[in-house]
């Protein structure tokens, strides 16, 4: 797939995690004006392959700001980044309006964890700007009659919506959602089958990391999220979206050799 200028056709990428929040889960992860250069330089170094800029906690029992709030704190940091940094920059949100801002700053990825269905402009605004879009799936609470099924049928409606709003198909990313609408054994089977969305025919992307989803504090997660990162290698996933770059490429690299 196409994200900015660059193409990954193959292998397993890192997607480092920068949050201008005073809520997101894990605390590392949150950065300010003052340090988020200072961090997004060190995830380049240590082998990052796309940023994502998060300006809203979506963890659970998070309070939703508004999409002028997003804006408001995407404005301390991405011009700073888009003119500092060379990676290719995705933003989380799901309002078209932040969207459009960040687009307008340089943003090349809108990772929208409401798959294209919470703001009726999001696809038509990813679409005008020639952007590429990560479609997530979600659900308002963890009842399904059919747990494959509404997942498949909620990510087959929201391609749908990018598709016929112009955005290119190879700019099309899919999230299974760990985390958002899913009790903890349904995380887990999402993940031990994920392999299973590739038939869908985009690349994947997988979002667990340091997750609640394992247990204990997110600061006492890390070993699981590596495992799920070397599974991620197995099953072909394209992008992992981790807070710690350096281990989770470490991981990627051993799950490689094991591989070969």
């Not at 995705?90 to 960040?102: E, K, L, N």
């Not at 985009?202 to 590596?226: A, C, H, I, N, Q």
Request: with cysteine; proline share 3%; hydrophobic share 40%.
């Amino acid at each position: 797939m196409k994200i900015g200028d660059r193409s990954f056709l193959s292998g397993t990428e890192v997607m480092g995690i920068l949050n201008v929040t005073p809520d997101s889960f894990y605390a590392d992860s949150r950065v300010t004006a003052d340090s988020v250069l200072r961090r997004a330089l060190r995830m380049a170094e240590e082998g990052a392959a796309v940023l994502d800029v998060g300006a809203q906690s979506t963890r659970p029992g998070h309070v939703p700001v508004s999409a002028k709030e997003e804006i408001e704190r995407l404005k301390t940091v991405l011009p700073l980044l888009r003119r500092e940094t060379t990676l290719p920059l995705s933003v989380d949100t799901y309002y078209a309006d932040a969207a459009r801002y960040a687009l307008d700053e340089g943003a090349d990825l809108i990772n929208d964890v409401w798959g294209l269905t919470y703001d009726r402009d999001m696809a038509r605004t990813i679409a005008a700007y020639g952007a590429s879009v990560c479609i997530m799936h979600n659900k308002a609470d963890c009842a399904y009659a059919d747990f494959w099924g509404e997942i498949f049928a909620f990510l087959r409606r929201s391609v749908s919506l990018a598709l016929d709003a112009g955005i290119g198909a190879d700019r099309i990313l899919l999230d299974g959602g760990i985390g958002f609408g899913k009790t903890r054994e349904q995380n887990f089977e999402l993940l031990n089958g994920y392999e299973r969305l590739s038939s869908l025919g985009y690349p994947l992307l997988l979002g667990v990391s340091r997750k609640s989803m394992f247990g204990g504090r997110p600061e006492d997660r890390l070993e699981p999220t590596l495992r799920a990162t070397e599974l991620a290698v197995r099953k072909g996933v394209r992008f992992v979206r981790v807070h710690d770059v350096r281990e989770n490429k470490e991981a990627i690299g051993r799950a490689y050799a094991d591989l070969h």
